[in-house]
């Protein structure tokens, strides 16, 4: 098993910046990606960025590039989001997510850390 612990999330004005942090311990050589996702009050879980520890490869949700960058540390196990000019609508539960390799969705889940953009 594989377990992630995100933290840094909080309370930021509109045009603010958050940076999250996901931590994974356990069978942490089985991962092969990790990401974020988020989810606001009555909507669907939504992708925001992904890391494929092979190569160090980042994606995006087209609606996240540019204000949103991942990072990450292979030998930590360790995700970053760093989150620019943040807006109201960026409200959510930000989720960390891994998956191991041959695996198209991820399997494995944080408890999600809150982030609320203010006026």
């Known amino acids: 098993q594989v377990q992630l612990v995100e933290s840094g999330g909080g309370l930021v004005q509109a045009g603010g910046s958050l940076r999250l942090s996901c931590a994974a311990s356990?069978?942490?050589?089985?991962?092969?990606?990790m990401g974020w996702f988020r989810q606001a009050p009555g909507k669907e879980r939504e992708f925001v960025a992904g890391i494929r520890w092979s190569g160090g490869t980042t994606y995006y949700a087209d609606s996240m590039k540019g204000r949103f960058t991942l990072s990450g540390d292979n030998a930590r196990n360790t995700v970053y989001l760093q989150m620019n000019s943040l807006q109201p609508e960026d409200t959510a539960v930000y989720i960390c997510?891994?998956?191991?390799?041959?695996?198209?969705?991820?399997?494995?889940w944080g408890q999600g850390t809150q982030v609320t953009v203010s006026l």
């Open positions: 997510g891994a998956r191991g390799a041959g695996k198209d969705q991820f399997e494995y």
């Open positions: 356990g069978r942490t050589f089985s991962i092969y990606g």
